[in-house]
């Protein structure tokens, strides 16, 4: 769930900086008016709000408040989609569907968690594309 959470804010902190900000906003707004309608109109508020900061933070350079935008809506995306299973799967569908595409060419690159955990004298292979192993 978290890292969902993580790619969906992620992606929604970088639309918010582009030209298609405000379909970015509306994805995510109506996720709120389905699984907490009572929220939504926050939502839009701070949205709004954190896209002001945004284009603040990037025009003076200011990487840790970008950041601060990515966990905070991590945060928030986390809690709707643990919270709601219909939810997580919306979300799913947003960021993929509707914030993903919206990002420049460079920002659609995916993120990918491994880990591995190998005792005695096993051995792990992990990639996130191709793999060549050879042996011999």
Do not use: F, H, K, Y
Request: glycine content about 6%; charged content about 30%; proline content about 4%.
């Amino acid at each position: 769930m978290d890292a969902l959470a993580l790619a969906a804010a992620s992606a929604l902190v970088s639309v918010l900086a582009t030209e298609g900000w405000q379909d970015g906003r509306r994805a995510v707004v109506a996720l709120w008016r389905r699984a907490r309608p009572e929220q939504a109109p926050a939502v839009e508020a701070d949205l709004d709000e954190a896209r002001t900061e945004l284009l603040a933070a990037r025009e003076a350079g200011d990487e840790q408040a970008e950041e601060a935008l990515v966990v905070e809506w991590r945060q928030r995306l986390r809690r709707l989609a643990a919270a709601d299973p219909e939810a997580a799967r919306e979300l799913r569908r947003i960021v993929d569907e509707e914030l993903t595409p919206l990002l420049p060419p460079a920002g659609r690159g995916i993120t990918v968690d491994q880990n591995a955990t190998v005792s005695g004298i096993g051995s792990v292979n992990q990639a996130g594309r191709d793999i060549r192993i050879s042996r011999g």
